[in-house]
């Protein structure tokens, strides 16, 4: 396996995922590790088609944020496994993950077998 490659490679996804989740939102000051969706200024408009296009994009931007932050953690999961040695082991039947699905995933947690 090529332990190096998919570990550059997960961490430029990290890297990646970690921008685009900070273009809609921000670290969540509350709970470490949380991201939440950066909110909006509501009210200041006078027309309420403005308002409810604000209170549209930001649910929008939630569940983009969402979808982003599970990514991100598959990905933050992936490189622990690698600093545990436990890296391209599938999690059912512990045989290896084949290359191909991990360059496809490279934060896939089973082999094809067990997709």
């Given at each position: 396996?090529?332990?190096?490659?998919f570990?550059?490679k997960?961490e430029?996804?990290?890297?990646?995922?970690?921008?685009?989740m900070g273009?809609?939102?921000?670290?969540?000051?509350?709970?470490?590790g949380?991201?939440?969706?950066?909110?909006?200024?509501?009210?200041?408009?006078?027309?309420?088609?403005?308002?409810?296009?604000?209170v549209?994009s930001?649910?929008?931007n939630?569940?983009?944020?969402?979808?982003?932050?599970?990514?991100?953690?598959?990905?933050v999961?992936?490189l622990?496994?690698?600093?545990?040695?436990?890296?391209?082991?599938?999690?059912?039947?512990r045989?290896?993950?084949?290359?191909a699905?991990?360059?496809?995933?490279?934060?896939?947690?089973?082999c094809?077998?067990h997709?």
């Amino acid at each position: 396996m090529r332990l190096k490659h998919f570990k550059q490679k997960l961490e430029a996804d990290k890297e990646k995922l970690e921008s685009e989740m900070g273009s809609i939102g921000r670290r969540n000051p509350s709970v470490p590790g949380d991201w939440e969706s950066v909110p909006s200024e509501i009210g200041m408009e006078s027309d309420l088609a403005d308002q409810a296009d604000i209170v549209m994009s930001r649910e929008s931007n939630t569940a983009i944020l969402a979808d982003l932050e599970a990514r991100y953690d598959t990905v933050v999961s992936a490189l622990k496994r690698i600093d545990k040695g436990v890296y391209g082991k599938c999690e059912v039947c512990r045989d290896k993950i084949e290359d191909a699905r991990l360059e496809a995933d490279p934060s896939a947690t089973t082999c094809i077998k067990h997709l």
